[in-house]
């Protein structure tokens, strides 16, 4: 069942955008975890750290999540590897740390370690370069004051059995890092905007194409398009940073939180203001997409799969932006009915959905049935029905005699599927 759980997933992957609708995904610690990171491998899975608490690891898609490891460390990076390794960047006031799974994630060591007293910076980004190296950055308070901050670059030549430091770089915080299709290296800086490598990170000089401007992120598409976050907003660099223009406006006067280009080229970003917006046209036009995320949550991370969108959240764990299942496909003539996504959700034990039968349907009545249907598939209880005309109906679900976890919700008219959302139950 499960493998016929995750096929239908990915089927249903495809009608990500139609929805328009963000839903929480399954739950990791609780129900308030502080996700800093999220990785998706190659075969599908899914890792998430939890701030404080770990790495938790999805085999499906994000409907359930279990502790992977590092249990208690303040992760901020998780990445893949090229050659299937995972490996994340973690921290103390005292330390920093790089850790590497070799199996999955089944098992975590510590291969760096290094003593930074009265640290507080954190953050960082981990990349591969062309040489067969690790380059790992991260941000280290180097005083006298808390807000003295610099970029730390170590590389490793070895698979991370030793490391080294190549440089450090006075320019605040580091705010990402890629490496362009010519095998540049970019980072990006809190104070002193874009710095480069042309030699695997062994050295970095300023990169004077760009402003010495905030940047919280560094980013590069599928098409070799290079973003960097400039405060507000996003730049881009179709000539691996030779030249920038500004893309265009998304509303916002907040700082730029995080950004991520999909595989078919859509960008999505968060803003400080808690908005989310996404792009089809390179970042030329920016479309808002917050519906179904709590509203008091900032987006921190954002990670991609199989098709589906995924966001980390500062208070509310992880969310997806769209609704899978394995209960049916919806028809094409969606857009004429509508089904919304619950309220509150998560829930404990009631929620309220509310489903609309247009006026254009045929005889003006349609067979209505609203079902519930668990993880696997199966119905689990049927809320209505029956016969409904054209209008606004409102359906109470109670969850007291269910257990706590991913539920799906099926709209049908006349026998056909209209629509699929998925709840979460948490008690």
């Not at 881009?236 to 078919?264: F, K």
């Not at 999505?268 to 917006?277: A, L, P, T, W």
């Not at 829930?347 to 609309?356: A, D, G, L, R, S």
């Not at 029905?385 to 709209?411: A, C, H, M, Q, T």
Request: with cysteine; glycine share 10%; hydrophobic share 40%.
């Amino acid at each position: 069942m499960k493998k016929i759980l995750l096929a239908c997933l990915i089927l249903l992957s495809s009608k990500i955008f139609s929805q328009n609708v963000w839903s929480p995904a399954g739950q990791m610690f609780g129900t308030a975890d502080n996700v800093r990171s999220i990785a998706a491998t190659i075969n599908g899975d899914l890792y998430a750290s939890s701030w404080a608490r770990g790495i938790y690891k999805s085999t499906n898609l994000g409907v359930t999540w279990s502790l992977s490891g590092l249990a208690g460390k303040r992760v901020s990076v998780i990445v893949d590897a090229p050659n299937g390794n995972i490996y994340a960047l973690s921290m103390t006031v005292d330390s920093s740390y790089i850790h590497r799974s070799t199996n999955e994630g089944n098992t975590w060591t510590n291969i760096f370690v290094k003593s930074f007293p009265l640290n507080y910076a954190g953050g960082g980004a981990i990349v591969f370069p062309s040489d067969g190296s690790i380059l790992a950055a991260f941000s280290v308070t180097v005083g006298p004051t808390i807000g003295d901050v610099s970029g730390f670059v170590y590389k490793s030549t070895d698979n991370g059995s030793s490391w080294f430091r190549t440089v450090q770089i006075g320019g605040g915080f580091v705010g990402g890092m890629v490496i362009t299709s010519d095998n540049k290296i970019l980072i990006g800086t809190s104070l002193s905007g874009v710095f480069y490598s042309i030699n695997n990170g062994n050295s970095f000089a300023h990169l004077g194409t760009f402003p010495p401007v905030f940047i919280r992120t560094i980013i590069k598409a599928d098409d070799d398009a290079v973003y960097v976050s400039d405060a507000f907003g996003l730049s881009r660099s179709t000539d691996n940073g030779a030249s920038w223009i500004n893309v265009g406006s998304q509303q916002s006067t907040s700082y730029l939180r995080a950004a991520i280009s999909a595989p078919d080229g859509t960008l999505y970003i968060s803003m400080d203001d808690r908005k989310v917006f996404y792009s089809t046209n390179r970042g030329d036009k920016w479309i808002q997409m917050n519906e179904g995320l709590p509203s008091a949550a900032y987006v921190y991370c954002f990670g991609y799969s199989s098709g589906k969108l995924f966001a980390g959240t500062t208070n509310a764990g992880v969310y997806v932006y769209d609704s899978p299942t394995s209960v049916g496909d919806p028809v094409a003539n969606v857009n004429d009915y509508r089904l919304e996504q619950n309220y509150p959700n998560p829930f404990n034990p009631n929620t309220i959905i509310n489903f609309e039968v247009p006026s254009n349907v045929k005889n003006q009545i349609s067979k209505i049935k609203f079902a519930v249907y668990d993880i696997s598939g199966k119905e689990v209880s049927v809320l209505v029905n029956e016969i409904k005309g054209p209008g606004k109906y409102e359906v109470r679900f109670d969850g007291s005699n269910f257990s706590s976890g991913i539920y799906f919700y099926k709209l049908e008219a006349d026998g056909e599927t209209i629509d699929v959302k998925r709840m979460m139950l948490v008690k």
